[in-house]
């Protein structure tokens, strides 16, 4: 397979994600954080950073706008919830052990 190849299909197979994450917006970000250890601010700050290392000039909040299909503002009023006492305990268990 050739480069360009790989890229189309690599940046398919993101577009799908961003779809998937966009489809379940009942996930919660602690979720994803608990279970996979990166969410989708994780996926925004990447992104980012991928921009800045070729030469272009993405900054955090317009990844997070990519990746969240809206301002994040506008995602978060609408879709996050507050994380349980479990799924913060979870999570700080899980900071422990990757830090």
């Known amino acids: 397979m050739d480069d360009k190849t790989r890229t189309e299909i690599e940046a398919a197979a993101f577009r799908r994600l961003l779809e998937h994450l966009d489809s379940r917006k009942d996930v919660q970000n602690i979720d994803l954080m608990n279970l ?5 601010n994780c996926l925004s700050k990447w992104y980012s950073a991928a921009a800045g290392e070729r030469g272009e000039s993405v900054d955090y909040e317009t990844a997070r706008e990519i990746v969240y299909g809206m301002p994040y503002s506008e995602w978060k009023s609408r879709y996050q919830r507050e994380a349980s006492a479990d799924q913060l305990d979870a999570f700080r268990k899980n900071r422990r052990r990757d830090h």
Not at 36 to 40: P, S
């Open 36 to 40: 996979a250890g990166f969410c989708r």
